[in-house]
């Protein structure tokens, strides 16, 4: 048995839009309300109704053997209007968090994941340099609210990821191409807000643990010549870092905190394209493998080496997120034993990984995927919205119970 170290968390993670249902008051509602901006013309509407379903989404967390789960808490409720705080959601969010820590599961709490108050995106969003004072009564009220319910908090989620799907890609709203500036821009201020973030909660809770997730999308060079390689290293760059100052980039993964969260699920080609000047003169491509329902290509293999780069740092690390999109469940199976794998190899290492919170527990509304996108250990009837768990969170349990890996 490969053991990992003694008070390892197991556990999933999910995003409050993405399974509660309902949430009209954020940009992303308005957004899928859209024509052609979701797959199918999905909406969260109801999602997976986690937000009236807690207590039997928390049981089956439970039955997963699982002892953390991380989920967000969603802005636009606690905060339907600037200034204005919801007391009835706030309790709601504490009941949450009391039914987790009753069943033995430790929340590790995420402050933004992707979705905004209608009221700060009409003053600019996350572009405008008055976001990152904006997030912060929020932060304030959640923390003096709900803190004593958390040990872990995740500040801002994969703050690279948002900005390039906002403002590169035009997956997320608002729905810009190619403005790299406006992306820098998004994520200065988001790590403005992280910054900020961190200090208000460790003046308030200084034995809580705090940092973010980074989203390690990997880029690997086409072939050995130098232009190929140089090609991949420049994305590499432009994904990994963010702007701390006019003219300083910094890994994001060397931003303050306690720990070092790293989400970590595909990666891509990249080679150097004279006809592509619209893409920086790259061109991004999938490796040889099975393509998952996002589109990419999944190689258990490399997690180890996106945790040893981390070794360095000399921080806790966890995984915040991880796993496959495939409504199969087999290939998922497979996955999740090899990527454990190669979790333990880098702990073997010398990595000080301390979780691991696989994507995720239900099948939900995947953002602009819609309902197209299975990453769950459970899945979700559309229609009746009964839930089953997959083997593959069969498996998870087994894994969590024993806290290793069969050798």
């Not at 460790?202 to 090609?231: E, I, M, N, Q, Y």
Request: with cysteine; hydrophobic share 40%.
């Amino acid at each position: 048995m490969r053991r990992f170290p003694k008070g390892f968390l197991w556990g999933t993670a999910s995003a409050a839009h993405q399974v509660e249902g309902d949430n009209r008051n954020c940009d992303w509602w308005e957004w899928e309300h859209e024509r052609g901006r979701i797959a199918k013309g999905d909406t969260s509407a109801v999602a997976c109704d986690s937000y009236r379903r807690y207590r039997e989404d928390v049981a089956l967390l439970r039955e997963l053997k699982q002892n953390a789960h991380r989920l967000s808490i969603e802005w636009s409720r606690i905060e339907p209007s600037e200034g204005v705080f919801d007391s009835r959601q706030i309790r709601h969010y504490r009941d949450v968090l009391g039914e987790m820590r009753e069943q033995g599961i430790a929340p590790m709490v995420t402050l933004h994941h992707f979705t905004n108050p209608l009221w700060f995106v009409r003053k600019g969003g996350w572009i405008s340099p008055d976001a990152p004072r904006a997030f912060i009564p929020f932060v304030h009220r959640v923390i003096d609210e709900l803190g004593d319910l958390v040990d872990i908090w995740c500040t801002i989620n994969e703050p690279s990821i948002y900005a390039a799907n906002g403002w590169i890609t035009g997956e997320f709203p608002p729905g810009r191409h190619g403005d790299l500036a406006a992306q820098y821009r998004v994520t200065r201020n988001m790590h403005r807000a992280h910054e900020l973030a961190y200090a208000v909660i460790k003046r308030r809770w200084p034995d809580s643990l705090v940092g973010l997730s980074h989203h390690k999308f990997l880029f690997l060079p086409a072939t050995s010549r130098r232009r190929d390689r140089l090609a991949a290293s420049v994305t590499q760059a432009v994904t990994d870092r963010w702007p701390v100052r006019p003219g300083r980039l910094r890994p994001i993964v060397d931003a303050r905190s306690d720990y070092i969260g790293i989400a970590h699920y595909w990666g891509q080609m990249c080679a150097f394209d004279p006809r592509r000047p619209g893409n920086q003169f790259i061109r991004r491509f999938n490796p040889p493998g099975p393509v998952n329902e996002m589109g990419f290509v999944s190689d258990p293999s490399w997690m180890r080496g996106v945790l040893t780069e981390l070794a360095p740092y000399r921080k806790p690390v966890y995984v915040t997120e991880n796993g496959l999109a495939t409504a199969e469940d087999a290939p998922r199976e497979r996955y999740l034993t090899e990527v454990l794998g190669e979790v333990h190899a880098a702990i073997e290492e010398g990595v000080d990984v301390r979780g691991y919170f696989h994507w995720t527990n239900l099948d939900n509304f995947e953002w602009a995927r819609g309902y197209t996108a299975h990453f769950g250990l459970i899945a979700v009837d559309r229609k009746t919205l009964e839930r089953t768990i997959k083997p593959s969170g069969r498996l998870y349990a087994r894994i969590a119970t024993a806290n290793g890996l069969a050798s």
